[in-house]
């Protein structure tokens, strides 16, 4: 089964780009100077940022569904980030270096099934959950932490 991972679009990112840090706290922003990598996981284009790169720390709606599953939580993007990851069958390094957590959901954003997995064995686990009869999409997630990753879905043939 194919299968689809993009990253976040930047639009909703642009307007915080070049605010000062001053601006940026009091809408509950804060910018980093990356200074370790990994460390620093950007979720548009999907990759971990080079050490001197300026990420933006946001707490962000990455679940929207009005179910019980709703939810929000910190994610970095790349300041200035432009450049949507999108790509069918192919697994972003971001994602195969770190341990994942994958969730399943229906088409009206109830979980129906999740697995945990090394990012260098993804695809398998994306493959069987995705076959399951009732999930819709994937989020991935960064086991340590919890962040939100990206979304994996199906590819129609």
């Not at 200074?35 to 946001?58: H, I, N, Q, T």
């Not at 910190?74 to 195969?96: K, N, T, Y």
Request: neutral net charge.
């Amino acid at each position: 089964m194919s299968f689809r991972i993009t990253g976040l679009d930047a639009t909703p990112f642009r307007r915080f780009y070049g605010l000062p840090d001053e601006q940026l706290a009091r809408l509950n922003v804060r910018r980093y100077v990356v200074d370790a990598k990994p460390g620093f996981p950007d979720r548009v284009e999907m990759r971990d940022l080079e050490r001197g790169e300026s990420a933006l720390l946001f707490n962000f709606e990455h679940q929207p569904a009005p179910t019980p599953y709703r939810a929000t939580h910190a994610i970095f993007v790349l300041e200035w980030a432009e450049q949507r990851f999108d790509a069918i069958d192919r697994v972003p390094d971001v994602l195969r270096s770190r341990a994942i957590s994958l969730r399943a959901f229906n088409g009206i954003g109830e979980m129906v099934d999740a697995d945990l997995v090394d990012g260098r064995e993804i695809e398998p686990v994306i493959e069987r959950l995705l076959a399951g009869p009732q999930t819709a999409y994937l989020h991935a997630h960064y086991a340590k932490r919890g962040c939100y990753a990206g979304r994996i879905d199906k590819v129609s043939s």
